[in-house]
């Protein structure tokens, strides 16, 4: 299976650094240009089926990458649940519990990298037991990008999870055995 990941454009809470939510932002211009972009370098990539978030940055940017393609929408792939760290700057925040492997929460009601790992863990056993040999698009967030990362190079240290990011509109590809 050909397991291509996409995170979404840019969006305004991408240039002020802002720890946003689940919410429904739109692509900036550039990130429109982002996705757009992806749609180009992928054109000639046949999908079988196409994932994403159900989140509207996610979506936007599918609908650029692949017009008229039948979209999966799948909660498994949105964004980190951040508690009341919304509105914050993400450099005011305490990443020791944000990138936990052993609780399921932060104080502050934010998911955890132990929660995003099961829930993404979830999502890749599905895929893999109903799509064996095929092409499959994901669009999704940093997060669930780096929880896929995670799960598919077997990185365990949480501490390069952690530090992990995949950039507005790009594409990573895994090769997944059947």
């Given amino acids: 299976m050909n397991l291509y990941v996409v995170r ?15 919410t ?3 692509l900036t211009p550039n990130g429109i240009k982002q996705a757009q972009k992806i749609g ?20 936007e940017t599918t609908e650029y990458v692949v017009p008229n393609a039948k979209i999966i929408y799948d909660s498994r792939l949105t964004e980190r649940g951040l508690g009341n760290l919304v509105g914050r700057k993400w450099n ?11 609780t399921e929460t932060t104080p502050e009601g934010a998911e955890t990298l132990l929660s995003g790992l099961n829930r993404t863990r979830d999502f890749l056993n599905d895929i893999q ?3 064996k040999g095929k092409n499959i698009l994901v669009v999704t967030h940093n997060f669930v990008s780096k929880c896929i990362w995670g ?9 390069k999870l952690g530090n992990f990011v995949h ?12």
């Fill in 8 to 22: 979404h454009g840019e969006v305004p809470s991408n240039l002020s650094d802002t720890i946003c939510k689940r």
């Fill in 24 to 26: 429904d932002e739109r």
């Fill in 40 to 59: 180009d370098e992928l054109a000639e990539t046949k999908f079988d089926v196409v994932f994403s978030s159900p989140v509207a940055r996610a979506t």
């Fill in 92 to 102: 005011e925040i305490n990443k020791s519990t944000w990138n936990s492997t052993e």
């Fill in 129 to 131: 037991k109903n799509y």
């Fill in 151 to 159: 799960i598919e190079e077997n990185i365990t240290n949480k501490d």
């Fill in 167 to 178: 950039p507005n509109g790009e594409v990573k590809k895994y090769f997944i055995e059947d």
